[in-house]
């Protein structure tokens, strides 16, 4: 990865051999995208929704895929989660609030903000599975992408 680039190594986004473990899903990127907005208020600050970062993750647990999602710093709204239920994500698979946080240095410190990215709140409160897709709506452009400390996290660089 080039950081002093102006644009993005689109070849970088392909993976001609099929060495990559995950696989960026359009649809769970709209499902994502979908729950996201639910943050748009208008009239309101779109501090929020320019901040947050919604993950939905299928996953195969027992030879049975089902999804799961959270939001950065392991919260999402009420409304976030209704809407997750709407579109088939099981309630107890929606990782949000204080038991599924976690604290390393403190409430607001860096290490704590890095292992509450809600890729690694998915990772972290898994039952015994394997990850086979994601979808990401990341901040206010919504990029089905991890952030590229969680890239070096799930070796996606």
């Given at each position: 990865m080039?950081?002093?680039?102006?644009?993005?190594?689109s070849n970088s986004?392909?993976?001609i051999f099929g060495l990559h473990g995950y696989i960026f899903s359009e649809e769970l990127a709209a499902m994502a995208r979908e729950v996201h907005n639910v943050l748009k208020?208008?009239?309101k600050s779109q501090r929020s929704f320019n901040n947050s970062t919604v993950s939905i993750a299928k996953v195969d647990v027992n030879g049975v895929s089902t999804l799961y999602a959270a939001g950065n710093g392991a919260s999402l709204s009420?409304?976030?989660?209704k809407k997750l239920?709407?579109?088939?994500?099981?309630?107890e698979n929606i990782f949000s609030g204080k038991k599924f946080k976690e604290f390393i240095d403190g409430e607001t410190g860096t290490l704590t903000k890095l292992s509450n990215h809600a890729?690694?709140?998915?990772?972290?409160n898994l039952p015994e599975g394997t990850i086979k897709e994601w979808g990401i709506s990341w901040a206010?452009?919504?990029?089905?992408e991890m952030c590229s400390n969680c890239k070096t996290h799930f070796g996606c660089n």
């Open positions: 080039n950081v002093y680039a102006y644009v993005h190594d986004w392909v993976d208020q208008p009239g009420p409304a976030q989660r239920v709407e579109l088939g994500v099981p309630e890729e690694r709140v998915i990772e972290r206010s452009k919504q990029k089905n």
